[in-house]
DNA sequence: GTCTATAGCTTGATAGAC
DNA sequence: GTCTATCAAGCTATAGAC
């Protein structure tokens, strides 16, 4: 079933192949099977026969099982953090306080991780996904979110404040879970949505999303802004 | 950690204990464990041990692993699809064309479920949470949501278009996704809102959940209809 | 209906040859 | 660095006593 063909590797014979790219072959085989079947749903034979190793050498170079999975989540989390904080950096130094919009911020938030799932190839697609099943996971998904991916939310949250002064903590707080709800969701690309709306959605249309996601988020913003205010 | 002590049922010693009462108790217990370790992280004895019964018990009343997942997961679900299509059934039928209101209709559909979690019990909260697990599920998750939920949130749709006649399907569709991602999110109660927020914000908290989430998806479908019929 | 016992695999991880 | 071989533990599931 997802006995996919053992992945060929480096130049020339395996045996010749560098440890470095060996370790990135490993991971990228780790992240997609952990991204369609969780952590628990995947064994290290399985890793092993999808990136064409040997199953002592993901030991070798990773430890434990756990410590393979936290290495897949860490590998691609800055580059996504930079990604975003340089986008909303870009966003504030380009504006003053009269044209920035709630709109614009939540753009600048969420656009980069659109645009490098879009451009990103497979590897993030999964990333994306293996994201989103953290972010709903109980156990430990909470306090994983957080330790990658805290600050930006901070940084998206302070930029608001400043765009709407008014605004209470709590009520942006609330907004940005709806966000990261409707966000992580549409990034991981269930297909739920082709099967449900028979043909007229495609859940790997990030350029539909891209159409509705900043308006939709920035309307639900400021609608909660203001009830609140008017209260 | 998750040894729990093992729930005597029904009345008297356990041996006299009826198979209805017993088998109820198993998914007591499966719900909560997959709810938080989801459907491979758990084993079956993991289950008997919080049931306070024999591992061939499990077996003998519901097959195979995968069966008892199912059990679980359907036991409430036409509970859920009943609520809802009640409620909004309730809602078409007090107002009419001029007094509906997208807000009115997108309250009927999830508030029901926030009642239900406030009042339902712990039994309830797991079930969200296991729900929420299932939607962001890439291998098998949309078309379990798919077989159990599609046609009430068709009911949703339909509803909809009646209330803005001009929205075109594609949009109302792409806004359901975000809503359903930003509501089983705060289903779910991860925890993560109150570590970001500092204590400003509790997960458990669905009454403030309840006061933000109607208004915001509600300005949100505005927002996208809007756009669109303007385009 | 419920328990004991166990079959038959698969798992994560390692020791040691090359 | 990489592979062979293997271990101890844990897994699902069942057969059969009571």
Same mark, same amino acid.
């Given at each position: 079933?997802?006995a996919?063909?053992?992945?060929?590797?480096?130049?020339?014979?395996?045996?010749?192949?560098?440890?470095?790219?060996?370790?990135?072959?490993?991971?990228?085989?780790?992240?997609?099977?952990f991204?369609?079947?969780?952590?628990?749903?995947?064994?290290?034979?399985?890793?092993?026969?999808?990136?064409?190793?040997?199953?002592?050498?993901?030991?070798?170079?990773?430890?434990?099982?756990?410590?393979? #999975?936290?290495?897949? #989540?860490?590998?691609?989390?800055?580059?996504?953090?930079?990604?975003?904080?340089?986008?909303?950096?870009a966003?504030?130094?380009?504006?003053?306080?009269?044209?920035?919009?709630?709109?614009?911020?939540?753009?600048? #938030?969420?656009?980069?991780?659109?645009?490098?799932?879009?451009?990103?190839?497979?590897?993030?697609?999964?990333?994306?996904?293996?994201?989103?099943?953290?972010?709903?996971?109980?156990?430990?998904?909470?306090?994983?979110?957080?330790?990658?991916?805290?600050?930006?939310?901070?940084?998206?949250v302070?930029?608001?404040?400043?765009?709407?002064p008014?605004?209470?903590?709590?009520?942006?707080?609330?907004?940005?879970?709806?966000?990261?709800?409707?966000?992580?969701?549409?990034?991981?690309?269930?297909?739920r949505?082709?099967?449900?709306?028979?043909?007229e959605?495609?859940?790997?249309?990030?350029?539909?999303?891209?159409?509705?996601?900043?308006?939709?988020?920035?309307?639900?913003?400021?609608?909660?802004?203001?009830?609140?205010?008017?209260?």
């Open positions: 079933m997802t996919a063909k053992p992945r060929a590797v480096g130049r020339g014979r395996p045996s010749k192949a560098k440890g470095l790219d060996l370790k990135e072959t490993i991971l990228d085989a780790a992240e997609g099977l991204a369609r079947h969780g952590f628990h749903g995947v064994t290290t034979r399985q890793v092993a026969a999808e990136a064409g190793v040997d199953t002592a050498l993901i030991h070798y170079y990773f430890g434990a099982k756990r410590e393979l #999975f936290d290495a897949v #989540f860490v590998r691609r989390a800055e580059i996504l953090n930079q990604a975003r904080e340089a986008s909303m950096n966003y504030v130094a380009a504006h003053d306080a009269a044209t920035m919009t709630v709109e614009g911020v939540i753009e600048a #938030f969420i656009d980069p991780l659109l645009r490098i799932s879009q451009d990103g190839g497979p590897g993030w697609k999964s990333y994306f996904a293996l994201v989103a099943q953290v972010n709903n996971t109980p156990a430990w998904g909470g306090e994983t979110m957080a330790r990658f991916f805290d600050p930006v939310v901070h940084q998206l302070e930029t608001l404040k400043t765009v709407r008014q605004a209470e903590y709590r009520d942006l707080y609330w907004c940005y879970q709806f966000l990261t709800g409707s966000m992580m969701l549409s990034l991981s690309e269930t297909g949505i082709d099967s449900l709306s028979e043909g959605c495609h859940s790997s249309d990030l350029e539909a999303v891209r159409q509705r996601l900043f308006a939709y988020c920035a309307a639900g913003f400021e609608a909660v802004i203001a009830k609140h205010a008017k209260a």
